[in-house]
Nanobody, 115 residues
Framework: QVQLVESGGGLVQAGGSLRLSCAAS????????MGWYRQAPGKQRELVAT???????NYADSVKGRFTISRDNAKNTVYLQMNSLKPEDTAVYYC?????????WGQGTQVTVSS
């Protein structure tokens, strides 16, 4: 069983920044990869960024150059630094890990970017 708890969302003006955190129960070193997804109203959930156990990263084209995913194994936490935010980044952001054939999700954190 894996529990993921996101935090750090909020309301920000366009061009601003936020840092999301995802705290996991137990060591995240056991996970091959962790990721951030987002879901805007009326849209499907989409991948934002992933990070492997060796800290290789992957980003959606829409966030490349603006978002940075990182991990701190000592704190069992994955972060998403979001800069130059745009109104189209407004969504609920979810942390995800796929472990032993099961997808685990956090409860999500709302990010709202005003124009």
């Amino acid at each position: 069983q894996v529990q993921l708890v996101e935090s750090g969302g909020g309301l920000v003006q366009a061009g601003g920044s936020l840092r999301l955190s995802c705290a996991a129960s137990g060591s995240i070193a056991r996970f091959n990869s962790m990721g951030w997804y987002r879901q805007a109203p009326g849209k499907q959930r989409e991948l934002v960024a992933t990070i492997t156990s060796s800290s290789s990263t992957n980003y959606a084209d829409s966030v490349k150059g603006r978002f940075t995913i990182s991990r701190d194994n000592a704190k069992n936490t994955v972060y998403l630094q979001m800069n130059s935010l745009k109104p189209e980044d407004t969504a609920v952001y979810y942390c995800n890990v796929h472990y032993w054939y099961i997808d685990y999700w956090g409860q999500g954190t709302q990010v709202t970017v005003s124009s």
